[in-house]
């Protein structure tokens, strides 16, 4: 089984507007709702994709239920803290006009200690039950940002593969416990490691000196470019397929679970590359929060290409 941990799930809203008016009324022409949260979209996917997947949340009060309610309907198994304070909203704005979307976010919590130790040993359990755990996302108030290092002890413990999917501080901690498998984007990467990178050269130096960190698996997303990898100190580049990108809500999301879906199967990390970028790219190609559908990850896989490279030598 393939376990997600979601320590700050949300309602994703979408509105679609013409053109986003400050200091005015605005009309809304459409508006699409859906549960959201790192852990919560990857299950989605891993469970679309046909794999056996357990999302385990900290959820509360309505927007709780709506969460648990859209898991149930998809057949995801879930494995709740009830929380006192209600699950958070998170809106983006969507403009007709092409400009990047507006997003409001509230930061969730505060998660009370009792709500902690809970999930704390809620998570033991699962990680003697699970191949791989997924850890990622924002953290909520009232837990510290060294909880993914915890998490990630948890499931080293279990003999569960742990897989980090966070940015800054969280990131940073996280990495210390040395999980299996981390996926930043390259602005996540640039803020982890304090530098800026010009070209995928760059890019692949970084993950291989986040490779002698201990870190089995390194995957940076780059957006349309694809992705670069570092598998047992061999750097690959992924492509994207060309598709029609209408919101990049869950991509990266999406682009674990097709890769721990193949790797859980024991396909190698050509395959998994293959399948995580057609993953991300069918959910980039759905509106609002949906994720994508297998069907479109499977004919997307036939157009990513996956080659072996070598990082250019630094120059003086």
Known sequence: MISTITLNPTI??????????????????????????????????LKRLGAETMVVA??????GDFVSMV????GVALECVPTDKPTRTCVCVEESTGVPPTTLNERGGPVE???LV???????????????????????????????????????????????????????????????????????????????FESQSDVARAALTLAERGIE??????????????????????????VKCVSTIGSGDSMIAGMLY??????????????????????????????????DAATLKLQVKVARIEPSPISH
């Open 58 to 63: 900290f959820l509360g009060g309505t927007t």
């Open 118 to 196: 809970a999930l704390l040993e809620m998570a033991k359990d699962v990680a003697r039950k699970s191949s791989y755990m997924v850890f990622g996302g924002s953290v909520p108030t009232g837990v510290n940002q060294d909880i993914y290092r915890c998490l990630i002890d948890i499931a080293n413990a279990g003999g569960a593969k742990a897989v980090l999917d966070a940015d800054g501080e969280a990131l940073a901690e996280g990495l210390k416990a040395k999980p299996f498998m981390i996926k930043p984007n390259l602005e996540e990467l640039e803020r982890l490691l304090g530098v800026g």
């Open 71 to 74: 898991l149930g309907k998809e």
């Open 12 to 45: 994703d809203k979408t509105v679609y507007i013409a053109k986003l008016s400050p200091n005015d009324t605005n009309r809304v022409t459409r508006v699409e709702i859906d549960a959201g949260g790192k852990g919560i979209n990857c299950s989605r996917m």
């Open 262 to 295: 193949e790797l859980d199967r024991g396909a190698g990390i050509v395959d998994a590359l293959r399948t995580g970028c057609a993953a991300g790219a069918a959910t980039a190609m759905s509106s609002g929060a949906d994720i994508g559908s297998a069907e």
């Open 113 to 115: 200690h009792r709500e």
């Open 217 to 242: 698996l390194i995957v940076i997303s780059l957006g349309k470019q694809g992705a670069i990898a570092c598998y047992k100190e061999m750097i690959y580049h992924a492509t994207c397929p060309e």
